[in-house]
């Protein structure tokens, strides 16, 4: 009898501190991969953010653009005397630049409502 107790307590000795690392390891892994997938999303996000920014760029730099040649279409205008296709061309074009810009925030902005009706879910 005395020599099956001390097998058990052997197996016991050699399972034991074998399954507290196993255990351990397994629980470092699960929170290392959990912490991985949160910083893929934070990339990700980052990453949309980052060609939102870019469009908006886009963006100003059109509305510049169509300030600026109906700007120079006005000038011309005045210093001729008449109102030609030009001015006609330049306010259309800033229009629809307006117009770009409107719909790109309208866009942004109800993607960002959504966005925060998931994070309160």
Request: hydrophobic letters at 40%; proline letters at 1%; glycine letters at 6%.
């Amino acid at each position: 009898m005395d020599t099956i107790a001390s097998i058990i307590a052997s197996v016991i000795a050699a399972v034991v501190p074998t399954l507290a690392m196993f255990l351990f390891q397994h629980t470092y892994k699960k929170n290392d991969e959990r912490r991985e997938k949160k910083a893929e999303q934070a990339r990700e996000e980052r990453r949309q953010a980052d060609a939102r920014h870019q469009e908006w760029e886009g963006h100003i730099l059109q509305s510049v653009n169509a300030s600026l040649a109906l700007g120079e279409a006005t000038a011309e205008a005045i210093k001729t005397g008449k109102a030609n296709g030009e001015v006609t061309a330049a306010l259309k074009y800033a229009q629809d630049v307006k117009h770009g810009q409107r719909d790109f925030l309208a866009k942004q902005g109800i993607k960002n409502i959504y966005a925060c009706k998931g994070e309160t879910a």
